[in-house]
Nanobody, 128 residues
């Protein structure tokens, strides 16, 4: 089992920045690829960013490319999502997820079904 706890969400103005953190516990963090997803009530969950277990593979949704950066610190059991140039449409609950798949990569990082463990989420609100 892996437990994931997100933090760092909040209210920010358009153009502002936030850094989300997701701390993992329970099993060896370096075994897992990690992803960030977001969801707005009434809408489907959306892939935001993913990073392979080594950190060598990094993937982004087109909507956040150039604005968001995902990183992984295996020594701290933490994955981060640095969000800049935030827009009102970035408003959502952001959740991190862990994947133990050996086949994690660019073709499937955006699939929620690939992830084994999920955090509860942290809310991000971007005001216009």
């Amino acid at each position: 089992q892996v437990q994931l706890v997100e933090s760092g969400g909040g209210l920010v103005q358009t153009g502002g920045s936030l850094r989300l953190s997701c701390v993992a516990s329970g099993r060896t963090f370096s075994y897992y690829a990690m992803g960030w997803f977001r969801q707005v009530p009434g809408k489907e969950r959306e892939f935001v960013a993913g990073i392979s277990r080594s950190g060598a593979g990094i993937y982004y949704a087109d909507s956040v490319k150039g604005r968001f950066t995902i990183s992984k610190d295996n020594a701290k059991n933490t994955v981060y999502l640095q969000m800049s140039s935030l827009k009102p449409e970035d408003t959502a609950v952001y959740s991190c997820a862990a994947s133990g798949s050996l086949y994690y990569g660019i073709r499937n990082a955006d699939s929620g079904r690939l992830y084994d463990y999920w955090g509860q989420g942290t809310e991000v609100t971007v005001s216009s």
